[in-house]
């Protein structure tokens, strides 16, 4: 009599009477062991190229008749796993190669798995199939937003990072500050005319780095006027005569005499960059107010060097404080 094999393990089937004393072992065994393998067996299977699988009967070692594959190596190009054209069913298939590798059977076309990603591959005989899950547990749905997951029955506005990016290459921000709207509820165009930079007297923090970040904008206030100065358009530079100045400006002044503004509220002051040449001389005039409780013009007279940088601030009615802030000489 003539053993059998079945169509899926290759798994010896006995005929009547045959075997005798090997029925059991190791005719037997051989089929459990077939079985246990395929049922619950791990290999893994280092890739070079395309490769061809071949099974053979009774044989309980053949490559890839398990149930779980990891396919290894580290490909430069996309490859091929043509498996037997034999129903089988792999738990697991892992792809760790580098590169796409296509399970398929020799005439057909069969189911691609990326690098790093796992699935479940059936072969109906004639061909290999993605045969994992595509319904997500409980109330999770999604419209087609991931890669691989059919759409589910509720729409999200969940996006990846490269369809953001794509969005805003598409919308093409204009140049021109305060035309665009931050969201679909908005109705008032707005965002910054320029960037928000560190400067002088200004400190930026990110707080809570790479958890619910926010930006935390900081001003040294003893450096408050300096900044406020230049938040106008600087008068301009005095090199001689009788000239009347704003409030709340930064001058330079290189000769003359440069008459103080009337500073007549708490915010009130000027700021005067003392730049005059070696041996020429320049004034602040007070304005009929007190000058540090003196009621006198002050004067300079240049040495070769530039500076100082004075700050004159409203005191009382008539009444002014001269400090020094600084000096621009290096």
């Given amino acids: ?51 061809t699988l071949s099974w053979s ?7 890839g008749q398990c149930a779980v594959l990891v396919l290894t190596g580290s490909l430069s190009a996309v490859a091929a796993l043509t498996v037997p054209s034999v129903e089988w069913q792999w738990d697991l298939i892992k792809n760790a190669t580098g590169q796409t590798v296509t399970v398929k059977t ?7 798995i990326a690098h790093g990603q796992y699935m479940s591959v059936y072969c109906d005989g004639a061909d290999c199939y993605n045969g994992s899950p595509t319904n997500l547990p409980g109330a ?22 490269t369809q953001m990016e794509t969005a805003i ?15 679909s509820s908005d109705t008032t165009a707005g965002y910054l005319g320029q960037k928000i930079t560190e400067g002088t007297g200004i400190d930026i923090a990110v707080q809570n780095s790479g958890g619910n970040e926010n930006i935390q904008i900081s001003v040294d206030t003893s ?18 005569g009788i000239n009347v100045m704003a409030a709340r400006r930064r001058y330079r002044i290189t000769g003359g005499t440069a008459t103080l503004p009337t500073l007549t509220a708490a915010d009130n002051f000027a700021i005067l960059e003392m730049s005059p040449a070696a041996g020429t001389t320049v004034t602040a005039g007070r304005n009929s107010q007190s000058i540090n409780g003196t ?3 002050r004067t300079w007279t240049g040495s070769g060097l ?5 700050l004159f601030t409203f005191v009382s009615a008539g009444a002014i404080r001269m400090e020094i802030v600084g000096s621009t000489a290096i």
């Fill in 1 to 51: 009599m003539t053993d059998t094999a079945t169509s899926r393990y290759g798994a010896r089937q006995q005929s009547q009477g045959s075997n005798t004393n090997t029925w059991g072992d190791d005719k037997l065994n051989e089929v459990l062991r077939l079985l246990d393998r395929g049922s619950k067996g791990y290999q893994s299977i280092a890739l070079t190229g395309d490769q």
């Fill in 57 to 63: 009967n009774y044989v309980a070692t053949n490559t």
């Fill in 106 to 112: 020799a005439a057909g076309s069969g189911v691609a």
């Fill in 140 to 161: 999770v749905t999604v419209a087609g937003k991931i890669s691989g997951v059919t759409a589910g029955t509720a729409a999200t506005d969940a996006v990846n990072k």
């Fill in 169 to 183: 290459a598409t919308a093409a921000l204009p140049a021109t500050a305060g035309t665009v709207l931050n969201s």
């Fill in 223 to 240: 450096e408050l006027p300096e900044i406020l100065a230049n938040t106008g358009t600087l008068t301009g530079t005095f090199t001689g």
């Fill in 295 to 297: 009621s006198a013009d």
């Fill in 306 to 310: 530039t500076g100082p940088v004075l």
